[in-house]
């Protein structure tokens, strides 16, 4: 059984910063790419950040130069630090992982985290 637990949520105001985690554990012989999602009300899910196994970045246009992803392979561990954020970036965040398992390859979700960017 694989998990992806994620942290770092809360409500921040604009121009503020924040730091979301997602951990992997459980029955993982490797991990291949890994990122975060978004959806934020009356919208449809989006992509903000992917990383893969080397070290390749790619971000949401609406992010780019905010935003930095990285990942800790020792830790199975991704990262988003989010800077300078605005009221738009106002959504659940999702981390999300493409695993080899022991049997088998597959995409796993963390159970999301609520980020609110208000004054």
């Known amino acids: 059984q694989v998990q992806l637990v994620e942290s770092g949520g809360g409500l921040v105001q604009p121009g503020g910063s924040l730091r979301l985690s997602c951990a992997a554990s459980g029955s993982i012989v490797s991990i291949n790419a890994m990122g975060w999602y978004r959806r934020a009300p009356g919208k449809q899910r989006e992509l903000v950040a992917r990383?893969?196994?080397?070290?390749?970045?790619n971000y949401a246009d609406s992010v780019k130069g905010r935003f930095t992803i990285s990942r800790d392979n020792a830790k199975n561990t991704v990262y988003l630090q989010m800077n300078s954020l605005k009221p738009e970036d106002t959504a659940v965040y999702y981390c999300?992982?493409?695993?080899?398992?022991?049997?088998?390859?597959?995409?796993?979700w963390g159970q999301g985290t609520q980020v609110t960017v208000s004054s």
């Open positions: 990383i893969t196994s080397g070290g390749s970045t």
């Open positions: 999300n992982a493409d695993i080899n398992g022991r049997y088998s390859r597959f995409d796993y």
